[in-house]
């Protein structure tokens, strides 16, 4: 009798199992927009060079912002973090055309001789872009810098 009654319950375990295998099924697609193809993922700006050793680097995602600023010969360090809102996040990438990305030209590095390098770096869902020095690209230098003109807004006056 007893074997019986566990096949009773193994049956009744497997059927309870497929009912639930098949009631769980994916979200549809139809109701999640497709992701952008082209959606920028991280915008990460620097400046860097000088007698001294100056930099500043900001990291930029969709959820945050981190900053670090100092001299290196006088060993100053500082850094700030903060979190962003996606109305701040969209603001940021509102001023950065996709399509012309590839057209950017970089020019050549200035610390070798004591310059400063201003670098962009720019991460899509689909590649990779950095530009050097790009402001001497009078076209296509406009957007960043907007971009640059929004993330001053966004530190903290300490920072500037």
């Not at 199992?17 to 993922?41: M, V």
């Not at 400046?47 to 001294?52: A, F, K």
Request: hydrophobic letters at 35%; a positive charge.
């Amino acid at each position: 009798m007893s074997a019986i009654k566990n096949l009773g319950l193994n049956i009744f375990f497997l059927i309870f199992l497929l009912l639930i295998f098949f009631s769980c099924n994916e979200k549809k697609t139809e109701n999640n927009p497709p992701k952008n193809s082209t959606e920028i993922i991280s915008i990460n700006y620097s400046d860097i060079g000088g007698d001294l050793g100056n930099y500043k680097i900001v990291k930029i995602t969709k959820d945050s912002i981190h900053l670090e600023i100092g001299i290196t010969k006088n060993k100053i360090h500082k850094e700030w973090k903060s979190a962003i809102t996606p109305h701040i996040w969209q603001n940021l990438i509102s001023t950065i055309d996709i399509k012309t990305l590839d057209k950017i030209k970089s020019s050549p590095s200035k610390q070798s001789v004591d310059g400063f390098d201003e670098t962009f770096q720019i991460r899509t869902s689909k590649k990779y872009h950095a530009y050097v020095n790009s402001y001497v690209d009078t076209v296509y230098y406009k957007q960043f810098q907007k971009l640059k003109d929004q993330i001053q807004n966004i530190l903290p006056t300490e920072y500037k």
